[in-house]
């Protein structure tokens, strides 16, 4: 078991480019979220799954994220016609079984940087 | 609205002298309750939680957090800090606005302990 692990680990892009993460959570969790974290602030959800299904997206920052969980392993992030303002660090973390209380483990994160 | 306040920008501690990093929380219905600890270019790390039970709770590295329900407050706590615990704290608590689990955080507390 070698934790969460995300990729790429740093990302520069121009505006208006796309840009895809992966996530792969801790072998056989059930839960996988992804957050966003910007500088000087605590991690903000942006989207959840359950093994393949992704209940909750509300929560994504507009339509130009997206995210998938193909065969409930690993995840990828999506994010079309980048801005400047999506320059954050994003953060994957994947949590055992069904039940809420328990904790999440995070990935490392992917630094995105839009010029 | 649900959230949680870490009052504390910054700590400033001796090496060897106790450490408090304070928190305090809003959340309807019960609180589940976690510190996170993270350090430059690493994710976050799971220290301890409160789910429910006793009030004093027991982490990793010597960490404890007290859960005081009155005051809506979960304060980290370690008898004798360390250099090497140098690093930024955050608080969370999950959302109980839905099923998802998710975690709010606070906007963290950077600890410093001089030697």
């Known amino acids: 078991d070698t934790g969460v692990s995300q990729d790429p680990r740093h990302k520069i892009t121009k505006r208006g480019q796309n840009v895809t993460f992966r996530c792969d959570p801790i072998s056989e969790h059930n839960r996988l979220y992804w957050y966003r974290q910007t500088l000087g602030q605590g991690p903000e959800f942006l989207t959840y799954?359950?093994?393949?299904?992704?209940?909750?997206k509300s929560r994504l920052l507009s339509d130009r994220f997206s995210a998938e969980r193909p065969k409930g392993s690993f995840s990828t992030l999506e994010i079309q016609r980048t801005e400047q303002g999506d320059s954050a660090m994003y953060l994957c973390?994947?949590?055992?079984?069904?039940?809420?209380?328990?904790?999440?483990?995070f990935g490392p994160g992917t630094r995105l940087t839009v010029t | 609205a649900q959230s949680v306040a870490q009052p504390e920008d910054q700590v400033n501690v001796a090496e060897g002298n106790p450490l408090t990093v304070k928190c305090t929380y809003s959340?309807?219905?019960?609180?589940?309750l976690f510190w996170y600890v993270q350090y430059p270019n690493r994710g976050l790390q799971f220290l301890l939680k409160y789910i429910t039970g006793d009030n004093l709770v027991k982490g990793s590295y010597g960490f404890e957090a007290e859960f005081n329900k009155s005051q809506t407050s979960f304060h980290l706590k370690k008898p004798s800090a360390l250099v090497s615990d140098s690093a930024l704290y955050f608080c969370a608590v999950r959302d109980n606005g839905g099923s998802q689990g998710n975690l709010i955080f606070g906007k963290g507390t950077k600890l410093s302990v001089k030697p």
């Open positions: 959340v309807s219905g019960n609180p589940y």
């Open positions: 799954f359950q093994n393949e299904a992704q209940l909750e």
């Open positions: 973390a994947s949590s055992a079984g069904l039940a809420s209380y328990y904790e999440q483990y």
